[in-house]
């Protein structure tokens, strides 16, 4: 399966439990595997037979911006749900950090694996 890749999209939203946390935005760092059939698009060069990864990043971008979400669990799941409503998108890998969070690292953070015929819960 061909795959579109969004790597290291920058928001700035409210995530965390902490008090401090839940007092201002602050950076989450997203990626997104779309796992996607590209012949279409590869034989018509065409965008409309394309996943627009613009309008992805924007969706993920604004969605992550909004929700102001305790975990980065829950914000990955809300973002595979969106990935997943593009009907050619038929799996997704989202990674959500959290840059700095924990002393001595680069970030911390959850990636998730979510697909079409999965049942969610």
């Given amino acids: 399966m061909d795959k579109v890749i969004i790597r290291d999209l920058v928001a700035?939203?409210?995530i965390g439990v902490n008090d401090w946390e839940r007092e201002k935005a602050q950076e989450i760092l997203i990626n997104i595997v779309a796992f996607v059939d590209t012949r279409k698009a590869g034989k018509s060069d065409k965008l409309t037979d394309c996943v627009d990864y613009r309008i992805l990043a924007k969706q993920a971008r604004l969605h992550a911006e909004s929700v102001a979400r305790h975990t980065v669990e829950a914000l990955a799941n809300d973002l595979a749900e969106l990935c997943l409503q593009d009907e050619a998108?038929?799996?997704?890998?989202?990674?959500?950090?959290k840059p700095g969070a924990v002393r001595f690292s680069a970030s911390v953070g959850v990636e998730i694996e979510r697909g079409r015929d999965e049942e969610s819960s």
Avoid: F, P, Q
């Fill in 12 to 14: 700035r939203g409210v």
């Fill in 89 to 97: 998108i038929r799996k997704v890998i989202i990674r959500v950090e």
